[in-house]
């Protein structure tokens, strides 16, 4: 390759696995530590690629690709990130991204990148979005979206109900191309059985050059699959396809329950959307944008986080609805929130999980011969090592910050990732 590529990176370790990827593929890797340092590089040298990282210790590189794009040549930027959310995928793809990768990084992914990059991505407007999350479940859906939104391909979105899946599409939808056309939406449950046919020919008449939404097409029978199959082999739809469900479509196609043609013609890009149970962290941020000015105290947070939610993010907001409507003072109490939330002691599943799996993990290891039984301390070492994999990619990957926040010494947790 014989070229420079630019890696601005404050983490040591990561700025380190980066160069060796770059020197791999026969490229001369420069490191900045700091945006300004990025932008200085950039001032006095011609750079193939900068890979750039957003959480940096002196200004957001999101900052730092926006100067990069006022260069006279500016060179495609590759951006990471520990915690992205919609809008930062956006941005980062309004500013002229490449590429945007989730922490912990795939390195071999961000290898083919880099082989594969020659030009800037073309950017997508940026508007104002309601999509939540900092979840690294939710980053990696909104990395999605943003791709999802920079093309003009088939999207199929999954995710249990109540997840998401219209207002990805909403967005998806207002950030594309197609954002002045039309976004019509068919539901086959509407229409009666002998009429639903003719009800999707009329909705994708209507469509046009818009974007038809097929929602819950996993529930489809399969003489409407035929149908949309025939619509699409005889290049009938002239807008865009979105189409959304609550099972997993793979399995569907696996168990003949659903047309494998149709499932690639509509999965050509997919966004998976987490239910609410996988994304704990995010249900403060979630309860906020619908408390208004009320706030919450921390028992009906608390009560709030233990619950399972198996109607997802509509679920959390009937619960905020109706905890806002009955409260006659400044914060919600336990007492304002649904009853099912608050009757008897609160089953905390997710704790109730982990137990269970370790109970599983646990059989599994010590079944067995007494003189086969692994050591305490090797247990132990496992459990260890995985609780601090999970803490330090809530930290930017950085063990100093992960130090201080558990009051441990920033040695011994070295020599613990050390060992891990």
Known sequence: MNHSILII???YALAAALSTVVRRLGATPVVAASGQSGIDKLASQNFFIVLLDVGLPDISGLKVLEKIQKLPKPPPVIIITAHGTLDTALEARRLGASEYFLKPL?????QRTIREIFAPVKAAPRLETLMIGTSEPM???FASIAQASDCDTPVLLQGPPGSGKSLAAEVIHRHSIRADKPLTVFRADEWQEDKVEAALDDAIAQTDEGVLFLDEISAWPKSLQAALMRHLANEKIRGRLFSASSQDLAEKVACGAFREDLFYALAVLRVILPPLSERIGDIPALAASRTGELALSAEAMALLKAHAWPGNVRELQTAIAHASAVCGGNTILPHHLPSHLTVGEPSNHLEDSMKRSMAAWLDQK???DDNYMPAYDDLL???????LETLLRRFDNKPTRLAAAL??????????????
């Open 9 to 11: 990176e404050d983490e």
């Open 106 to 110: 795939d390195l071999a992914a961000i």
């Open 139 to 141: 980053q990696r859906a």
């Open 366 to 368: 010590t079944t067995g």
């Open 381 to 387: 070492e496992t459990v260890e090592a995985t609780m």
């Open 407 to 420: 009051k441990m010494n920033r040695a011994t947790l070295r020599r613990k990732l050390k060992e891990d």
